[in-house]
């Protein structure tokens, strides 16, 4: 096990490669060798440097990076942030934080904005834009320990400098195949960013809990080990009733403690074939994610969230010309005229890793999963689990489930809290054979 002896400081990407950018210094903030700033800025890069600008447009300073150190109390707020990157979801909206803030330029002429920040005091923030701030408290600490145990363990590689296979994204291509996946790791300025690619991290006014600070407190320094190594613990919205194997989502290696289970007291058996999966995705099983309460849903999902509705089981209809123009749009291949969608492997609950798409000019077998919702939707659709039917020159999707669907299901552990499951007894059900240690 890594050896932590404290908190360390982390480095989050708010803003990356934009031409521009615009926020506001509220309080004292330390620029190197130019005194205290506050107020209105901008900054933009130039000839090689960052320029900062104050809110009339005068020029501050020009150097190669900045570092404007908050002084106690200090915020600032950056603007028009994009949240929910090309999913669903997406929107922009100015956010406020803690901590130190940083501009670097890229080699490409861009800038990106950075937020050095305590694990501890990002976890806060962590734990309140990922599920509503009013969950139930078990679940809140349940949160907070498996999402301190995902950046442990990403910045213990990190520090080690281990190569692995899993280390960066990953896309293989060759005649007829794209197969690609995203990992979490291939950050090149800063530790991990603030959207879902990570782990959303949408500043301190979405701290409006008491409870989520408290669930963050007591659980200080706490995290999931498997064999005395602090794991990778992944999570998602809703799995649908059954949770997902890592190697349909990303790099092919089984992970022990990411293995497919149940998400109910009882068990369901693993999908293994195509009519299998036409029946569980059809169906309405037992599951602890299944919950139409809307005032539950309330209590734990943040307000843009709950634009989603019916995640755990939905439909999608396309004509056959519209999903050929999303095709072309997402994968930068002409099809032609539409055949056959076709499921070539599937994992435990359903979702695709390998789907064939078959058209008058061209077929191509693409994965994994994240990749096949990219492709099949002007966004993303919700989940990989889905059967296609095709009725005439429509193409009608059926599917279970939001997002990946390995690790902790969300809104499952959160239903299970409002059971009075406790942290530790939520976090044994999704990840298999693991302990919970204090690391510092």
Known sequence: MGSVTDQPKITVGIIDRQTEVFGRLDGEFLLEESGSVSGG???????????????????????????????????????????????????????????DLIFLRRNDGTITVINEILLEDYLKSVISS????????????????????????????????????????????????VICWYEREDHDLFDVCADDHCQRYQGISKIASEQAEAAVLETRGMAITYQDEICDARYSKACGGITEDFDTAWDNKRVPYLRSISDTSVSHRPITTEEEASAWIL?????????????????????????????????????????????????????????????????????????SIVGSKRGVVVGKELEIRRWLSRSHLYSSAFIVKRVAE???????????????????????????????EILNHYFTGVEIKKIY
Request: aromatic residues 10%; proline residues 3%; charged residues 25%.
């Open 41 to 99: 800025f901008s900054a933009k890069t130039e000839s090689g440097t960052v320029v900062l600008y104050d809110e009339v447009h005068r020029e501050i300073c020009r150097p190669k990076s900045i570092r404007l150190t908050g002084q106690k109390g200090s915020t600032f707020s950056l603007f028009n942030v994009t949240i929910g990157n090309r999913f669903h979801w997406e929107r922009t909206e100015d956010q406020t934080f803690q901590g």
């Open 130 to 177: 990922e599920m509503s701030g009013a969950a139930p408290k078990e679940f809140l600490k349940a949160h907070a320990i498996l999402s301190r145990s995902w950046l442990l363990a990403a910045l213990d590689r990190k520090k080690k400098k281990i190569e692995t296979s899993t280390a960066v994204s990953k896309t293989t291509q060759k005649h007829g195949e």
């Open 283 to 355: 169906s309405n099983p037992e599951a602890y994610c299944c919950t139409k309460d809307e005032r539950l849903l309330g209590k734990i999902l943040p307000e843009f969230d709950r634009e989603t509705k019916g995640f755990f089981r939905w439909k999608i209809d396309y004509s056959r010309k519209e999903l050929e123009a999303i095709l072309r749009e997402k994968s930068g291949f002409d099809f032609g005229t539409l055949k056959e969608i076709i499921p070539l492997h599937r994992g435990p609950s359903g979702r695709i890793s390998q789907l």
């Open 394 to 424: 429509q193409f009608i999707f059926h599917g279970a489930g939001w997002g990946h669907g390995v690790g902790l299901c969300q809104i499952g552990a959160a239903v299970m809290a409002t059971r009075g499951f406790s942290a530790e």
